[in-house]
Nanobody, 116 residues
Framework: VQLVESGGGLVQAGGSLRLSCAASGIIFSAYRMNWYRQAPGKQREWVARISSGGSTNYADSVKGRFTISRDPAKNTVYLQMNSLKPEDTAVYSC???????????WGQGTQVTVSF
């Protein structure tokens, strides 16, 4: 099983980035996909989730600015991040959670840095 994130980088406040997480080795439709983030010196924070059916939920801190989506044809989940703020700076990781067994897998993370 592999989850490979990409799309991180350095952006100015107010800018946008789109993160991708490509999954392999799992039956993509059997997993709820999540994005988490961890800023330096802080605990990991849940950001967004999307069910196999496409239902979405967001942390209050990103609601209205971030959009999670999934492409079953590509076994990929995306996180579109708009109106980025310096406090969004963190390592963003994707997580695949099996809808029945609670088995989960993690990607290695991608760094997002938002400058003032």
């Amino acid at each position: 099983v592999q989850l490979v994130e990409s799309g991180g980088g350095l952006v100015q406040a107010g800018g946008s980035l789109r993160l991708s997480c490509a999954a392999s080795g799992i039956i993509f439709s059997a997993y709820r996909m999540n994005w988490y983030r961890q800023a330096p010196g802080k605990q990991r924070e849940w950001v967004a989730r999307i069910s196999s059916g496409g239902s979405t939920n967001y942390a209050d801190s990103v609601k209205g600015r971030f959009t999670i989506s999934r492409d079953p044809a590509k076994n990929t989940v995306y996180l579109q991040m708009n109106s980025l703020k310096p406090e969004d700076t963190a390592v963003y990781s994707c997580n695949a959670l099996h809808i029945y067994s609670s088995t989960d897998y993690w990607g290695q993370g991608t760094q997002v840095t938002v400058s003032f």
